[in-house]
């Protein structure tokens, strides 16, 4: 059975800086696709970025788009996110996400962390 597991969620002033790890076991990471997902409080979930098996191809939302960095270290089983000028909207609860292919909203989750940007 896959585990997912976030690490790295916390507060941080407006235009500060976080780095989000998520660690996985029980599967073979070097064949997932992995992801980060968001929810704020009061919307649904949304995708964030995404990273492809080998690591060669990233996609990220508009929203993060220059901000954010994902990346992945097949050797760790680690995926992370690199989080720079971090705004207020970008608090959520962050979520680490494996999966077949980037970007489907489907196949295992981690139980999220917290992220809080003050203004």
């Known amino acids: 059975q896959v585990q997912v597991v976030e690490y790295g969620g916390g507060l941080v002033q407006a235009g500060g800086s976080l780095t989000l790890s998520c660690v996985v076991s029980?599967?073979?990471?070097?064949?997932?696709?992995m992801g980060w997902y968001r929810q704020a409080t009061g919307k649904e979930r949304e995708f964030v970025a995404a990273?492809?098996?080998?690591?060669?191809?990233?996609y990220y939302a508009d929203s993060v788009k220059g901000r954010f960095t994902i990346s992945r270290d097949n050797a760790k089983d680690t995926t992370t996110l690199q989080m720079d000028g971090l705004k207020p909207e970008d608090t959520a609860v962050y979520y680490c996400?494996?999966?077949?292919?980037?970007?489907?909203?489907?196949?295992?989750w981690g139980p999220g962390t917290q992220v809080t940007v003050s203004s």
């Open positions: 029980g599967g073979s990471f070097s064949s997932y696709a």
């Open positions: 996400n494996a999966d077949t292919q980037p970007g489907l909203n489907s196949g295992s």
């Open positions: 990273v492809n098996w080998n690591g060669r191809s990233t």
